[in-house]
């Protein structure tokens, strides 16, 4: 299951999509019709720039805007940044493996198969949706 602050990133990503390329959003509008809180928007709009994801403008004007194209910012890596590992067992895991403590042999272990197979799947589909193809969805 998806963190809040994953499911905040997403709506926040998804809505400075919609108005990308039409110059920076201030944090508080953000907030408001996302209805995000604000303190806690703060703190994933910083990493998500940080990750080169977003870009902010200070002062008058100012605010966050995305750093590259909307098809170019796919789920998979905003849920990696937010949440880690995206696998159900830590012993399938690409990026964040670890060997389960009660499993007695990873090669021959049924249920570890299972799980590469839902992994895979995931990841497949998580890869091929990006931040416009959420936008072009919702205008639907």
């Not at 499911?7 to 919609?18: C, G, P, Q, R, T």
């Not at 249920?111 to 197979?117: G, H, T």
Request: net charge positive; charged share 30%.
């Amino acid at each position: 299951m998806l963190s809040k602050k994953c499911k905040y990133a997403i709506h926040a990503l998804v809505y400075l999509a919609e108005r990308y390329q039409k110059g920076p959003i201030h944090i508080q509008e953000i907030a408001e019709k996302q209805r995000i809180p604000k303190k806690f928007l703060e703190a994933i709009l910083l990493e998500l720039r940080n990750a080169k994801i977003l870009h902010s403008k200070k002062g008058k004007g100012g605010g966050y805007y995305l750093y590259r194209r909307p098809e170019d910012v796919n789920l998979i890596e905003i849920i990696r940044l937010m949440d880690g590992a995206i696998a159900m067992l830590p012993c399938v895991s690409l990026n964040y493996y670890e060997p389960c403590e009660e499993c007695i042999d990873e090669k021959t272990c049924g249920i570890r198969n299972a799980f590469i197979s839902v992994r895979d799947e995931t990841l497949k589909v998580l890869k091929n949706s990006n931040l416009a193809q959420i936008v072009a969805d919702q205008k639907k």
